[in-house]
């Protein structure tokens, strides 16, 4: 889910020809929308930054992190609101 959550911001940061730095940071990337379109905080009301946490220490770390079925469902939630949000921003490529 935090590559989905990652995956859509940085669709939409090309698509608005926005410079980013290489990260996995969805906090940094979700400022660097901001800087197009102040809606992007919503994406704080929803908690999206807090995928962050599940992205190179989950996919890499040996000691990795087995998350709770709430955890699970939390984080499929916030990536699912993020893409209807990133929808709603750029209509032409939901069709």
Known sequence: MQQAVEKYIKTYLIYYDKPYKKTHDISLLI???IEID???NEL???NADS???YA???RYDR???ILSKEK???AVLIAENVRLFIMKKLPELSE
Request: proline letters at 0%.
């Open 38 to 40: 102040e809606d992007f």
């Open 44 to 46: 704080y009301e929803i």
């Open 63 to 65: 000691n990795y992190i």
């Open 51 to 53: 995928l962050t946490d």
């Open 72 to 74: 699970e469902t939390e």
């Open 31 to 33: 400022q660097n929308a």
């Open 56 to 58: 190179v220490e989950i």
